[in-house]
């Protein structure tokens, strides 16, 4: 999961007022990387992650007379496309909606913020419940003076368990994905991120709290089964308490383990059977400033490659104080051979060789491939 916030990229064509207002809101924009989603606006040009969400607003034919705008709406890697004018995803930035593909080369197509008041279309299914993953809810909840309205009884119940009185909801429902979510990230407190885990057990489903303080938060893996957990981050101000609230919308059981892969599989051709996801995980040294990339991933089919990488790798919490694991999740797209290429090296030292290199070829039979 990426972290919430936005990444923003380079606009040309300030001769244009589009231009103009880019130029205004730039500083604004790149002061605000770690802002709640809800003050997120895509209508500035830029790349903006949420989760496995991405969404991309660019400038076409800039600062010429056929000047127009461009929205992108991806999920776990993957273009989304709409089959009519008006169909809209629920998104962590509120509801986007299709506004089609015209003729000429200026105006607005692809995706947009839908317009509050505007009624009509049709809110097209989530893309985690399209493919039949689990799928988990989470809320973050903190201490405060008086009790929030809105709040689940449940929910209440739970946090009296723990020792809680009254709360405050510090973020709404959102789907646990796996790139971590930041819940906070202060000089004060400390760090703490979410991510949901691969579903390996029948009959359990986990979620990864990362940070300051680390741990798995296991619960029944089963649809409406709940849980409440409280994390506690101590600093100069003073211990803070955290509430996670997780509700199973889908456990799908159905759904296939992970294939998963280690330094082992290094220079093999490995043949994916039965599984959806591929999961490489690798060591890291803790204080070297390494961290394994994606370097490529390239199918040898002419309409591409078997798997994909989604997101970013994640950490893997850990006791040992010098190692520390990366995961590299890929998923089954299509069937074939995929070479899949990673590297080991500090983000900030582009030209410089790798310290080590993984290669692994999937080979990903007819039966194997994701519907």
Same mark, same amino acid.
């Given at each position: 999961m990426d972290e919430p916030g936005v990444i923003t990229g380079i606009v040309c064509g300030y001769r244009s007022w589009i231009g103009l207002a880019v130029l205004l809101a730039w500083g604004a924009v790149c002061n605000g990387a770690d802002e709640p989603m809800r003050k997120t606006d895509l209508n500035t040009p830029g790349t903006y992650r949420s989760g496995q969400w991405e969404y991309k607003h660019i400038i076409t034919s800039p600062g010429s007379r056929s000047e127009g705008q461009k929205g992108m709406l991806f999920f776990a890697g993957k273009e989304l496309t709409a089959?009519? =004018?008006?169909?809209?995803?629920? =998104?962590?930035?509120?509801?986007?909606?299709?506004?089609?593909? &015209?003729? !000429?080369?200026?105006?607005?197509? /692809?995706? @947009? $913020?839908?317009?509050?008041?505007? !009624?009509?279309?049709?809110? %097209?299914?989530?893309?985690? $419940?399209?493919? /039949?993953? &689990?799928?988990?809810?989470?809320?973050? %909840?903190?201490?405060?003076? *008086?009790?929030?309205?809105?709040?689940?009884?449940?929910?209440?119940?739970?946090?009296?368990? $723990?020792? /809680?009185?009254?709360?405050?909801?510090?973020?709404?429902? @959102?789907?646990?994905? !796996?790139?971590?979510? =930041?819940? *906070?990230?202060?000089?004060?407190?400390?760090? %703490? =991120? $979410?991510?949901?885990?691969?579903?390996?057990?029948?009959?359990? %489903? *986990?979620?990864i709290c990362d940070g300051s303080k680390a741990s798995t938060e296991a619960f029944e893996r089963k649809d409406g089964a709940t849980k409440v957990v409280r994390k506690v981050l101590g600093g100069l101000s003073g211990d803070v308490n955290y509430y996670l609230a997780f509700r199973v919308i889908k456990a799908a059981p159905e759904w296939p383990k992970p294939m998963d892969l280690g330094a082992e599989s290094n220079g093999k051709e490995v043949v994916v059977k039965d599984s959806r996801e591929i999961i490489i995980t690798l060591p890291v040294e803790r204080t070297s400033g390494l961290a394994w990339q994606v370097k490529r991933v390239q199918g040898d089919s002419p309409k591409g490659s078997s798997v994909v990488a989604v997101g970013t790798p994640q950490s893997v919490p850990a006791n040992d104080l010098r190692t520390a694991h990366t995961e590299v999740l890929l998923k089954v797209v299509g069937t074939g051979k995929t070479l899949v290429e990673l590297e080991l090296k500090r983000s900030w030292e582009t030209e410089k060789k790798a310290e080590k290199t993984f290669e692994v070829t999937l080979d990903v039979p007819a039966a194997s491939k994701s519907k």
């Amino acid at each position: 999961m990426d972290e919430p916030g936005v990444i923003t990229g380079i606009v040309c064509g300030y001769r244009s007022w589009i231009g103009l207002a880019v130029l205004l809101a730039w500083g604004a924009v790149c002061n605000g990387a770690d802002e709640p989603m809800r003050k997120t606006d895509l209508n500035t040009p830029g790349t903006y992650r949420s989760g496995q969400w991405e969404y991309k607003h660019i400038i076409t034919s800039p600062g010429s007379r056929s000047e127009g705008q461009k929205g992108m709406l991806f999920f776990a890697g993957k273009e989304l496309t709409a089959a009519a =004018t008006g169909d809209y995803y629920e =998104t962590p930035w509120g509801k986007i909606e299709w506004v089609g593909e &015209p003729a !000429t080369l200026w105006g607005v197509r /692809g995706w @947009f $913020l839908r317009d509050q008041n505007r !009624t009509g279309g049709r809110e %097209l299914p989530a893309p985690w $419940l399209a493919e /039949g993953c &689990p799928v988990v809810e989470a809320m973050v %909840l903190t201490d405060a003076e *008086t009790q929030a309205t809105g709040v689940d009884k449940w929910i209440v119940d739970e946090v009296a368990k $723990l020792g /809680g009185k009254n709360v405050a909801v510090a973020r709404s429902w @959102f789907i646990a994905g !796996t790139q971590a979510e =930041t819940i *906070t990230d202060t000089k004060l407190n400390g760090r %703490l =991120t $979410l991510r949901a885990a691969a579903a390996r057990d029948a009959s359990t %489903l *986990t979620m990864i709290c990362d940070g300051s303080k680390a741990s798995t938060e296991a619960f029944e893996r089963k649809d409406g089964a709940t849980k409440v957990v409280r994390k506690v981050l101590g600093g100069l101000s003073g211990d803070v308490n955290y509430y996670l609230a997780f509700r199973v919308i889908k456990a799908a059981p159905e759904w296939p383990k992970p294939m998963d892969l280690g330094a082992e599989s290094n220079g093999k051709e490995v043949v994916v059977k039965d599984s959806r996801e591929i999961i490489i995980t690798l060591p890291v040294e803790r204080t070297s400033g390494l961290a394994w990339q994606v370097k490529r991933v390239q199918g040898d089919s002419p309409k591409g490659s078997s798997v994909v990488a989604v997101g970013t790798p994640q950490s893997v919490p850990a006791n040992d104080l010098r190692t520390a694991h990366t995961e590299v999740l890929l998923k089954v797209v299509g069937t074939g051979k995929t070479l899949v290429e990673l590297e080991l090296k500090r983000s900030w030292e582009t030209e410089k060789k790798a310290e080590k290199t993984f290669e692994v070829t999937l080979d990903v039979p007819a039966a194997s491939k994701s519907k």
